[in-house]
């Protein structure tokens, strides 16, 4: 008869019980190393597919533009309300506490100005984006401008580098101030830099077309905010694109421009992870900018 210490040996394996193969929630993205993988979820929700980022690199190109002029102040109110901060390594070290949780994914191409060529950039290293503990790096590239072979090749070797060490890649489709932000440019733009290995892309929202867009870019799609609209306008847009399949946006004047950031924040965020309906959002966002001007006022 076996004595105690051969119970505490025995050993049950359940093979009964066969192991599951799970799929990956992000299109185009199962075949990723784990840490890549792991990388992604953060970035996007595994339960709504989605993500809300806040971007707020804009500082790198035009100096202190109006709602970042302290982003100290701006930024941490909307920290809790938002998934992604999408930012320059100056701005997170010294304007975001290391005690955050929120995923970063940081701008590693620079170089360039508003007050000379914009598509002119290099990129940062990859050991710094692992140094700051980073999600995912963001790369420009000016598809049909100047210094589109530069910036393809910023893509090209940061796509490299980062799978070396499991960092995604989000590639961003910058469009020069000459160029029409259509479906045929948008959808050529964003397939070049999925094939060169992008493992998200963001873009921008246009009509007509931009359902074919993300139809022929085999990777997940945010998309920018662009310039600052009203706020229901840019509810609608937010709404229209995850409609169209987005996965979600990564928008910066559109919230920290807003009338209230905070409220906007949380309005966009019901558009994207609660399939919100743009009006219910904008009631949303107005409930919440009363109660602030109501807390202000006491
Ligand atoms: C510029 C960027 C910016 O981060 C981003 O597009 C700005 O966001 P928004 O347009 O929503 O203000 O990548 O190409």
């Given at each position: 008869m076996?004595?105690p ?18 799929g ?35 500082g ?15 930024i ?8 992604v ?31 000379r ?37 910023n ?12 960092m ?28 060169l290995?992008?493992?998200f ?12 867009v ?13 310039k ?65 001007k ?5």
């Amino acid at each position: 008869m076996p004595g105690p210490e051969a119970e505490k040996d025995k050993k049950d394996f359940r093979p009964q019980i066969p192991m599951k193969t799970e799929g990956f929630f992000l299109r185009g993205s199962a075949s990723l190393d784990w840490g890549m993988s792991n990388r992604l979820s953060r970035i996007f929700n595994p339960k709504s597919g989605r993500t809300v980022m806040l971007a707020f690199d804009h500082g790198y190109i035009m100096g202190p533009t109006t709602g970042l002029e302290r982003m100290d102040l701006d930024i941490l109110p909307l920290e809790p309300h938002i998934d992604v901060l999408m930012c320059t390594r100056g701005a997170l070290r010294s304007c975001i506490p290391a005690t955050t949780s929120k995923p970063v994914c940081l701008r590693l191409s620079a170089g360039a100005t508003i007050l000379r060529e914009l598509s002119m950039e290099m990129v940062g290293d990859i050991d710094e984006a692992v140094r700051l503990n980073a999600a995912a790096v963001a790369v420009q590239c000016y598809v049909g401008e100047p210094g589109e072979h530069a910036t393809l090749s910023n893509l090209v070797r940061t796509v490299d580098a980062g799978n070396r060490v499991g960092m995604p890649t989000m590639g961003v489709t910058a469009v020069g101030k000459e160029m029409a932000r259509d479906a045929r440019y948008l959808g050529l733009a964003t397939r070049v830099l999925a094939e060169l290995g992008a493992h998200f892309i963001k873009t921008y929202f246009c009509e007509p077309g931009f359902e074919d867009v993300v139809a022929g870019c085999p990777v997940p799609i945010v998309i920018a905010g662009g310039k600052k609209i009203p706020e229901l306008e840019a509810l609608k847009m937010a709404r229209r694109a995850v409609g169209q399949g987005a996965c979600g946006v990564d928008m910066g004047r559109n919230i920290f421009c807003a009338e209230d950031p905070v409220a906007m924040a949380q309005a966009v965020r019901a558009v994207v992870h609660e399939n919100e309906k743009p009006e219910k959002a904008f009631d949303l966002y107005q409930t919440l900018k009363g109660e602030a001007k109501g807390k202000k006022k006491r």
